[in-house]
């Protein structure tokens, strides 16, 4: 990545296999399965589902990482969804809107364990 795309990103882009599952806020009890993340930052997340959601759907997420023995639940708003296997997977862009402290602590291990493994 250029200097120039470097200096627009806000929140370092950490790539690493944790799970989230996910659904649209207010529908809670409608769960959807496990998915895997493409990326994750302090800002976003990026992963691939099996349901297309349009820009600007609240998404209520849990992420399961290995800093925590209970997933996060972290909030956020769609972004982009791209279809990266037609009418089956889709790639989804979401931004986290009201990160709750605990949420930032595990966001902010995420991007420490990454620098310590460069």
């Known amino acids: 990545m250029s ?4 200096n627009r990103r806000q929140f370092v882009r950490i790539f690493r296999n944790f799970m989230v599952s ?3 806020k207010g529908k809670e009890g409608m769960r959807h399965e496990m998915s895997q993340v ?3 930052s302090r800002g976003g997340i990026n992963f691939s589902a099996t349901s297309l959601f349009q820009r600007g759907s609240e998404l209520v997420m849990e992420l399961k990482t290995p800093f925590l023995n209970d997933k996060v ?3 956020g708003v769609v ?5 990266k296997i037609p009418n089956m997977i889709y ?3 979401v931004e986290f809107r009201n990160v ?3 949420a930032a602590d595990v966001l902010a291990k995420i991007e420490q364990y990454s620098e ?3």
Do not use: C, V
């Open 73 to 75: 639940q972290l909030e």
């Open 116 to 118: 310590q493994q460069r």
């Open 79 to 83: 972004l982009e969804a791209k279809e």
């Open 22 to 24: 996910y659904t649209l």
């Open 100 to 102: 709750s402290p605990q």
């Open 91 to 93: 790639t989804i862009r």
């Open 3 to 6: 200097d120039q795309g470097k």
């Open 38 to 40: 493409n990326n994750i």
